[in-house]
Structures are given as C-alpha cells and as structure tokens.
C-alpha cells in the first residue's frame, strides 16, 4: 500500500452533528478487524470520495461509511464492534439494574 | 403569411456537449479514494473472473496483454457530479474475457486490490460496453486512477468502473458492493441521475 491523502476522524465532528447530540470525535471504537480501541478522531478519513471513509489507523480496515444524499444520510458502522462516548458526571443515570 | 419566417433554424445549439443532469463539465481528472492506493506488481497481478458455480478463470499480467486490445474513447461521469468527456483508453474488452464462460448469472461482484467492491447486472459488460483498461491517454494507467488496471464501464456512474480491479464474481442473485451498501444506487445510470437508493 502507498499512502494516499487522509485527514484525521476530528473532521468527522461537523458531519456526524446532523446525526448525534454529543461530539463523536472523542468517542472511543473498537475495530472489528483487528480489535485495536481508540478515539473517533484517530480514525483515518478519506474523503475525496463519494462519501466519508474512516479506516482503522492501526489495521486500515474500513471502521466507518459516512454517506450524505440530499434526502437523508446514512451512517455504516460494520467494521466496527462498540462505539463508547463519553457522558457527563454531573448527570442522572439509570445505574446498573 | 406565417409567424415563422423560413430562415427560422430554431435556437442555436449550445457548444457545450450534452452532459447528464446535475453533472459539471471538468478538464482534469479528480483524483477519488475510499483508502490508500495498493501497490500491485505486475508479476504478481492477475485478473479472475469466478461464476456461480465456482469456476475460475485467471489471466496473469502477460496474459491479459496479449488478447485482443481496444481503444475506447468515451465520457465519463462521477456521481460527485464532475464528468470529463472523450478520455481514451486501451485495454480488453470484458466480451473478450466472458467469451466461452458457461454462466447463467445475471449479477456481477467486481472486487479489487485493496478491498473495494462494487455490483452491476452482467450484460451491461457485454455488448462492447466494459473493459479491463490498462492505459490512459497513451500511457501506463496511474496508481492512482486504478492501475495496473480498472473496470472501465462509462455507460454508468464511474464507482462502478472499479479502481485496481482484481476480478468478476458471476452470481444468481444481486449482492451489494462497497458504495452501494452505504447507500448507493445499485444501477447507477447517469442519464437517469440514479445516484442514491431510490432513486
């Protein structure tokens, strides 16, 4: 593999804020490839494409698929296995059941 | 007397050719990736195509060269809206590759170096509509366009004309590539501007 233009997964903050509430880009994910854990905006994006591609930084494997029609946008997720984010201390939560 | 004078010859045409809807007229060649370019060398490359019942067909590098070549002058349309009109390429006609391969298939799984895939009815590879294309404007196609070599099927959306094409999966039933499960039209005519799922 030759290196081809990415930017890091911070970029991913103003598309993903169409969808989610909370910042993304300081979520951890596990790869589902490789299993390696790490933040949102670590991943490797590819951009210059129909839609936004984060790949893995440590296996390369596609982790996320981000693709935006005029009607709707469409988040894939396949490639990986959780998404942590994080919450506030401050507020309520149900706690283990 | 008539509201039309016979010199009338209606509006002039545009000199700009005809492109699909939404499309833009572009001189350079954008270049697009969904990941890093893979390095494929030419001693190792080879072209399979596979059918349903899981026959294989391989041509090596030297293989492929020495079929009958084509050189297809076409326009080519990306659904991020740019079009770029009358490139020219060399390479093998897919009829050429699917000469005498028993199949009843009527879906094609393109797969590549590198990962990508991407799904298409098999008879538009036929009918001299699809190459495997080795050359750009009379030279060695770059990496970064699809090199050593790329699906070329201008007559649709160009994710379809995969890039560092490693072979054809002949298959019963439709199975979606790389764009088209995230979202993509799985036809993707340009002309019909069938750029999303429901389109």
């Known amino acids: 593999m030759t290196d081809m233009s990415y930017l890091d997964g911070n970029m991913l903050d103003a598309p993903l804020r169409e969808l989610f509430a909370v910042d993304l880009s300081g979520a951890m994910g596990r790869c589902e490839n490789c299993g390696v854990v790490g933040p949102v905006g670590g991943l490797r994006v590819y951009s210059h494409a129909p839609g936004l591609v984060g790949r893995c930084p440590t296996c390369s494997q596609v982790m996320l698929r981000f693709v935006r029609s005029p009607a709707w946008a469409r988040l894939d997720l396949r490639g990986t296995t959780f998404l942590q984010v994080p919450m506030p201390l401050d507020q309520p939560h149900p706690g283990p059941m | ?199």
């Open chain 2, 1 to 199: 007397m008539g509201i039309v004078s016979p010199g009338f010859q209606g509006r002039p045409r545009s000199s700009e050719p005809a492109l699909p809807p939404g499309q833009y007229l572009t001189q350079d060649f954008p270049v697009l990736s969904a990941g890093p370019t893979p390095k494929v060398p030419l001693d190792s490359w080879e072209f399979v195509i596979t059918t349903e019942t899981g026959a294989e067909y391989r041509w090596s590098w030297s293989e492929l060269m020495s079929l009958p070549q084509e050189t297809p002058k076409v326009d080519i349309h990306c659904v991020t809206r740019w079009s770029k009109l009358g490139t020219t390429w060399q390479g093998v006609s897919l009829d050429t590759l699917l000469d005498g391969i028993d199949t009843d298939a009527a879906y094609v799984l393109a797969h590549s170096y590198g990962g990508y895939s991407t799904n298409l009815p098999l008879d538009d590879l036929r009918g001299g509509r699809a190459w495997v294309a080795h050359t750009f404007e009379g030279g060695d196609l770059p990496a970064e366009h699809g090199g050593p070599a790329r699906l070329l099927v201008p007559h649709l959306y160009f994710w379809k004309s995969a890039k560092w094409v490693r072979g054809l999966r002949l298959m019963s039933t439709d199975q979606q590539g790389f764009w088209e499960t995230a979202g993509y039209h799985d036809y993707g005519d340009p002309w019909r501007e069938q750029r999303y799922q429901g389109d």
